[in-house]
C-alpha cells in the first residue's frame, strides 16, 4: 500500500480509516479497490500479465489522474496553453 500513497501523494487515512484498515467506510477506498481491479485487467489483457501499468503511471503523485483521458494531454501541458 506504500506505493499506491506514493502514486497519489496522499496519506493512508486517505482511504482508510484509521485504526481500522479492514473497514470499506471510506468512497475512496471502493474507488481505489476498482482502480487496482481496472489496472490488473489492463495488465493481464495487454500485456501478458506484466505490470507495465500502475496507479503511478496515470496519477504521477497526484489525486487527480495527471492527463485527461478524452485528449491524451497531460494537465500540466494544459496548464501552459
Not at 16 to 33: C, E
Not at 44 to 53: I, K, L, P, W, Y
Not at 62 to 70: E, I, L, M, R
Amino acid at each position: 500500500m506504500q506505493f499506491v500513497s506514493a502514486s497519489l501523494g496522499v496519506g493512508c487515512d486517505f482511504c482508510h480509516v484509521q485504526g481500522k484498515f479492514d473497514q470499506d467506510d471510506k468512497k475512496t477506498k471502493l474507488t481505489a479497490r476498482k482502480m487496482m481491479q481496472m489496472v490488473a485487467a489492463i495488465n493481464q489483457n495487454n500485456f501478458d500479465g506484466h505490470r507495465e501499468v500502475t496507479c503511478n503511471t496515470c496519477h504521477a503523485g497526484t489525486v487527480h489522474p495527471a492527463f485527461d483521458s478524452g485528449h491524451q494531454r497531460f494537465r500540466s501541458q494544459d496548464a501552459h496553453a
